[in-house]
């Protein structure tokens, strides 16, 4: 079962760290273990792993707002107050959500820091949690640069009291980006040879992360990049990675359709191959769709369905469980509301709940690349479809790829899949150029392609390769990135703010630096440009 955080029972009693957080845990709690009691336990070190995962729980819940919803994708109901102006490029370094993403990364740092301060303490069958810890603290430094660019990169548990935090200051991008690979590849090294598990951090993960930031970085390094990749996606069977994809010699057929020189002869045809399709790309997700199949098309209705969420396309993923509880705290909880449960969805923006806020919702641009003819898989599982209604301009569409219904759902949060793999290898080879056949780019590109119903292709250029992740990974936050990393940022997101009436400048790439961070330590941080 996913449920992997249940019963941990994890007190950070004597550290905090300089995250800005109002409260911390509870620390009234007559079960909770100081730290120096866990690590004398048989099993210490694996409870503070589990609590660095259950702490990251926290950090899907508003990234949506911040990074799709910053994005050409999908756009904001004007009549609902905070979302509208993270929509327009209008947000301040008040803003609640800007300083909430920072703290949950920075929460989740500190608990990685606890295990990798006392890491020569872990005992032989435990040293797989101190890699974890190096993985899921490289991790949240990814995120933080991706989104506020110049960043601290906190290496030790900080006391707030003393003068530590000062040893901390907003580093320079590129420099951030070489600790990360850092501790991405030292995290590789203590995963070596450990058993995978899809809800923990693994050595493949770690590897395709390590090349993800050589990417990200200022001047990308696309050889070591390529080298990392190739590493897995040469060896994809060994990992037990892949994409979920049927083959059309095995693909069920949904209605009869008789061949015209026999009539006995029942013939599969496009659109039920592409259902067949459809319905691989909804069990990445882990969801499953109810029966129905009218007029070429499945139009059943999407549901989770945790019996799907391992599979062979997810590499790592966080875990959430729908549990029935009257006392639980969702990840859209305050502040103040640290610890996790299991009973919580990533993020209500991004569910069945979201279209009740008006944040996710397809824009019109969006909508002109993905529609059922240019995107016969994609679109299904992407899109609900019960919503698209082109003909009315001003129609709300919303996000069908997490089905789950509010704050208490189940749908996990995958943080990296197979099909990005592939096509960041496909990157990697380009190495920046417009154009390839390499047929190594061409093959991995073309994986993907083929799980979408879509057409090969034999000279693959830049701007194919970036639509393409635009429609394999919306709704997923990766297109603002995306755009930043291939350079078009400005170019995109200018045309479409003018086009919508939105207020993108250069520097609005990245969100300003907390408010509230700069008030902790005056005259120490420095506000990013454009705000």
């Known amino acids: ?65 911040l990074t799709e919803l910053r994005s050409d994708n999908v756009r904001a109901n004007s009549e609902n107050g905070n979302y509208p102006a993270i929509n327009a490029y209008n947000v301040d370094a008040n803003n609640g959500d800007v300083a909430t993403y920072y703290s949950n990364n920075m929460h989740t740092i500190k608990h990685a820091n606890t295990i990798i301060d006392n890491k020569f303490l872990a005992p032989e069958d435990q040293q797989y949690t101190v890699g974890e810890a190096y993985f899921m603290r490289a991790l949240c430094h990814f995120n933080l640069v991706r989104a506020y660019q110049n960043v601290p990169y906190v290496d030790k548990v900080v006391d707030i009291t003393t003068e530590e935090a000062l040893d901390f200051p907003q580093l320079p991008e590129a420099e951030v980006y070489q600790r990360i690979i850092s501790d991405f590849k030292t995290s590789i090294a203590y995963l070596n040879g450990v058993e995978q598990n899809r809800y923990r951090p693994s050595e493949g993960a770690a590897i395709c992360l390590a090349a993800k930031a050589y990417l990200s970085q200022p001047v990308p390094n696309y050889t070591e990049a390529e080298l990392l990749l ?23 057929q949904f209605e009869f359709n008789a061949d015209p020189l026999d009539t006995s002869v029942d013939l599969l045809t496009d659109a039920e191959y592409n259902a067949n399709l459809v319905i691989d790309y909804g069990h990445v997700f882990g969801n499953s769709i109810s029966d129905g199949y009218t007029d070429g098309v499945l139009d059943g209705s999407w549901s989770n369905n945790p019996a799907f969420e391992i599979n062979d396309e997810v590499i790592f993923s966080i875990a959430y469980d729908l549990v ?47 529609n059922p003819e240019l995107q016969p898989v994609r679109f299904y599982a992407s899109i609900d479809a019960l919503s698209y209604n082109p003909t009315v301009e001003t129609n709300d569409t919303f996000n069908a790829k997490f089905p789950t219904e509010g704050e208490i759902g ?19 080879i380009m190495a920046g150029a417009n154009s390839t056949t390499d047929s190594r780019a061409i093959d991995a590109f073309n994986q993907v392609r083929a799980r979408a119903g879509l057409e090969e292709v034999a000279n693959l250029t830049r701007q194919q390769l970036l639509d393409e992740r635009r429609v394999e990974f919306v709704y997923e936050n990766q297109r603002l990135y995306d755009l930043i990393r291939f350079g078009e940022a400005d170019n995109v997101l200018s045309e479409f703010s003018t086009e919508n009436s939105l207020f993108y400048t250069s520097e609005k790439k990245y969100l300003p630096f907390p408010q509230r961070e700069i008030d902790n330590l005056p005259n120490f941080y420095t506000q990013n440009n454009g705000y």
């Open 1 to 65: 079962m996913k449920n992997i955080y249940k019963n941990i029972v994890v007190c950070f009693s004597i550290m905090a760290l300089f995250t800005g957080c109002e409260e911390e845990l509870d620390l009234s709690n007559p079960t909770a273990l100081s730290i120096e009691e866990l690590l004398q336990t048989d099993n210490g070190f694996e409870l503070l792993a589990n609590g660095v995962l259950d702490a990251y729980q926290k950090v899907p819940a508003n990234e949506f707002l």
């Open 230 to 252: 190739a590493s897995v996606v040469e060896n994809h069977t060994t990992y037990n990675y892949d994409l979920l994809f049927t083959e059309r010699d095995n693909a069920e």
């Open 324 to 370: 029935s509880s009257d006392n639980y705290v969702t990840s859209d909880s305050g502040l103040d509301d640290q610890v996790e449960t299991d009973s919580e969805s990533h993020s209500f923006a991004m569910t069945l709940q979201g279209p009740s806020n008006g944040v996710n919702i397809a824009s019109l641009d969006f909508l002109e690349v993905m």
């Open 410 to 428: 189940d749908n996990d949060w995958i943080v990296l899949r197979y099909a990005d793999v592939l096509l960041l290898y496909t990157e990697a």
